[in-house]
């Protein structure tokens, strides 16, 4: 008998329909992958699951139990635990009251608690300081503490809706062997993810949903990369490799420098794509805010750029790869979120030009393929990865001169991915000089004209077409300087 089972689950929003006839079940001690593209079911399914959502119809049993969560208590005394996408921390809270939040005894002894709050971080190999304030993490130890954090409250069920997203590879590292761990205690876990090498490597089963249906269930072991992609979307996808490109004229150099970073100066031609690669703590997280007047000292074309103030008057821009806490008003619609920073173009005489601003943001819809096409949709209720295209929209619309990508295809599935490389091409064949700062080796490949690898804060490497993905993760991982 399955630990979890769910059968023929529905799910409308309005005219979307989310989930339809989905079936879903996991066993004690397994690692279920549940993939699909943006927008395909993936989080919904699972609110279901945690109380978060109530299903329209469909059933589901734990243990072989008749369950209906009417909230996610209900869903936390049984057990079901979730890790969710945007995250859930309260950033004014300390690091120990998030991890009891909800379960903190009516008065609280700091003390105690913090005493307390030392075991589930060992768990999770996250050394901070129980007291001090979230607000002041990075967006990795966020991410790790929220799984301290649903481990704390022991369940039976994990799921955890793309866990890697925020995390560098070291910490990806960690979060696979906690994986290990907790599945050799017989928890079930549901792994949302849409880094196919990591359902490869972690999971035993792996479900796949294409708008709201199920379309398979495999075991990894007897499946491939490309039979899952090709469920995915319907059709095998080509590789993105942008083609050859003129040389343009200079734009104008970057000097950077600040903490964690050496001095270095970046000249940028009109048209050119630089990637940035680099793990984390290799100085190429921190390059682009520095280049953006958030911290260090940086100048562009011999102008000092101070703040974000100063790199915009010099037509800079920066798509921040966190959408939550930098790149979108969650309650405002698609539309008013993409008009934020083109607001000045868009008055006339102090009015709103409606019109102008409703035709931007088709422009962009159709551009980008937002799923839903809607204008008027908060953005809170798109899924994670059409969200990311809200936020490539809002930056676009303003037409910079050169910008900084910081990971834009974090948490973007394999067809919108496509569609984000066309349109990032498309920006430097007018012209635009553009930094790309990413994770996604395949991506670096795919869209630079030459790759610039960062170790222990400075350039070690510049790599030119044609490059050899081998080559490129050698060089980052700072195995070619072993070899
Ligand atoms: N609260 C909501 N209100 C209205 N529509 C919603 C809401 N939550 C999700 N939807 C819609 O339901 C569909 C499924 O969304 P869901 O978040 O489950 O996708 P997903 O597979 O998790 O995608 P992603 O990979 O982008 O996170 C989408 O069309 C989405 O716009
Ligand atoms: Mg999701």
């Keep these: 008998m399955p630990l979890l089972q769910m059968t023929g689950v529905d799910k409308r929003f309005g005219q979307v329909a989310a989930l339809t006839g989905v079936d879903f079940s996991l066993e004690a001690g397994e690692v279920h992958a549940l993939v699909g593209e943006n927008g395909a079911g993936k989080s919904t399914l699972m609110k279901i ?62 003390r105690d608690l913090y005493a307390r709050a030392r075991g589930p971080l060992a768990q999770v190999e996250l050394d901070l ?29 994990l799921v955890l809706d793309e866990p890697t997203a925020a995390l560098s590879s070291s910490e990806s590292e960690r979060l696979f062997a906690i994986i290990e761990k907790v599945k050799a205690s017989g928890v079930g876990m549901v792994y949302i993810s849409h880094r196919l090498e990591e359902v490869f490597r972690i999971a035993d089963r792996v479900t796949v949903l294409r708008d709201g249906r199920l379309v398979g269930t495999r075991v990894v ?54 990637g940035l690669a680099g ?7 921190r390059i682009l805010p520095t280049l953006f007047g958030l911290e260090g000292t940086a100048s562009w074309a011999g102008d000092p750029v101070r703040s ?46 409606a019109r102008r601003e409703r035709e931007q943001t088709r422009t962009w819809i159709d551009r980008l393929s937002l799923r839903p096409p809607e204008p008027h949709k908060p953005v809170r209720e798109l899924s994670g990865g059409n969200q990311q295209k809200v936020v490539v929209a809002k930056s676009l619309a303003t037409e910079p001169t050169v910008l900084l990508l910081d990971e834009p295809t974090r948490g973007v599935d394999v067809g919108a991915r496509a569609e984000l490389y066309d349109v990032i091409d498309g920006l430097s064949r007018r012209g635009l000089g553009l930094l790309l700062s990413s994770s996604d080796t395949e991506e670096l490949i795919g869209l630079s004209d030459r790759i610039l690898v960062f170790r222990g804060g400075r350039v070690t490497t510049e790599l030119r077409p044609p490059f050899d993905y081998e080559e490129v993760v050698a060089h980052v991982t700072g195995a070619r300087q072993l070899a």
Excluded: C, W
């Design 129 to 157: 300081d129980p007291a001090g304030e979230v607000a002041r993490l990075g967006i990795g130890e966020r991410q790790l503490l929220e799984i301290a954090r649903a481990l704390a409250r022991e369940g039976r069920i």
């Design 279 to 285: 793990v984390i703590g290799s100085g190429r997280e």
């Design 221 to 274: 072991a007897d499946t491939t990369a490309d039979e899952i992609v090709q469920l995915m979307v319907g059709k095998s996808v080509r590789r993105y490799q942008r083609s050859p490109r003129e040389t343009g004229e200079a734009l104008g150099t970057f000097e950077a420098a600040g903490p964690g970073l050496e001095p270095l100066s970046i000249a940028l031609e009109a048209g050119e794509i630089v």
């Design 49 to 110: 699951l945690a109380g978060v959502q109530s299903p329209d119809a469909g059933s589901m049993t734990l243990a072989g139990q008749t369950v209906r969560f009417h909230g996610v208590d209900e869903a936390q005394a049984h057990g079901v635990v979730m890790v969710y996408q945007e995250l859930a921390l309260v950033p004014s809270l300390s690091v120990a009251e998030n991890l009891f939040l909800g379960k903190l005894p009516r008065v609280v002894g700091y």
């Design 308 to 353: 974000p103030r100063d790199a915009i008057r010099e037509g800079i821009l920066l798509v921040p790869s966190d959408r939550k806490a930098q790149g979108l008003v969650m309650e405002l619609t698609v539309q008013e979120n993409v008009s934020l920073t083109t607001l000045s173009r868009l008055q006339r005489l102090g009015f709103m030009d």
